[in-house]
């Protein structure tokens, strides 16, 4: 079945993205879903039910609900589980544990079921202090569908400046929302940035204070 073509969403080869559907009965459209890769790295330990990468500095339950795919180095086998929860260098899968503990050296990814029509979580912020122009997530976030708005609703307990960072090729580009005016202290602001392939994102406040809360979102074209 031929793709349908969704205007606006380039490609660098032919202009346009296709995603595929499947026709119903009643000639509705059914968007095709695929686990989509978030994140991904080498193991630095862990048991039967957790694994440990202490290169990363995930939030706290980011992942609760994502699949990570292990595999096994010793065996070449590798198992998905369901993750239960997260701390900051720990996925936790006791629900359903392994056969074996996962030991240093064995790779993992971990992903989500997306469609091209959703949107994606991406982060989450709730009741964090945050340092002001300190980058507020613990990593950069690097689209995964291109090009895409990167959705993000904020609320501060202070009043200040709420700026996004854009790094691409080494450089870094710092710019103000809101036309640089103050955010209500206490209030929510939605904020839209494009975002394109070779960028990643980070977001930082003018002041310290409490970040009420944070959520991003990663809008594909076909949605905005």
Request: glycine content about 10%; proline content about 4%; charged content about 10%.
């Amino acid at each position: 079945m031929p793709g349908v073509k969704i205007w606006g969403c380039e490609t660098p080869a032919t202009g346009v993205t296709w995603i595929p559907v499947r026709v119903g009965p009643d000639g509705s459209l059914f968007v095709t879903v695929a686990d989509t890769a978030i994140d991904s790295g080498v193991a630095t330990g862990g048991t039967i039910s957790t694994l440990i990468d202490t290169t990363k500095g995930w939030q706290v339950n980011i992942w609760e609900d994502a699949m990570v795919e292990i595999l096994d180095i010793s065996t070449g086998i590798s198992y998905t589980r369901e993750l239960d929860s997260n701390a900051a260098n720990t996925l936790n899968f006791a629900t359903n544990p392994l056969p074996a503990a996962v030991v240093a050296g064995d790779t993992y990814s971990i992903k989500r079921v997306a469609s091209p029509l959703s949107p994606l979580a991406r982060a989450e912020v709730h009741n964090v202090a945050v340092v002001g122009g300190v980058a507020i997530l613990g990593a950069a976030i690097a689209p995964l569908n291109t090009p895409c708005l990167f959705r993000v609703q904020v609320g501060f307990l202070g009043a200040g400046v709420f700026s996004a960072t854009i790094i691409r090729g080494g450089n870094t580009q710092t710019l103000a929302f809101n036309h640089g005016v103050v955010l209500t202290a206490g209030s929510l602001f939605f904020f839209d940035l494009l975002v394109s392939a070779g960028d990643t994102i980070n977001y930082v406040y003018s002041i310290n204070t409490t970040c009420q809360v944070l959520r991003l979102q990663e809008i594909v074209a076909a949605t905005q």
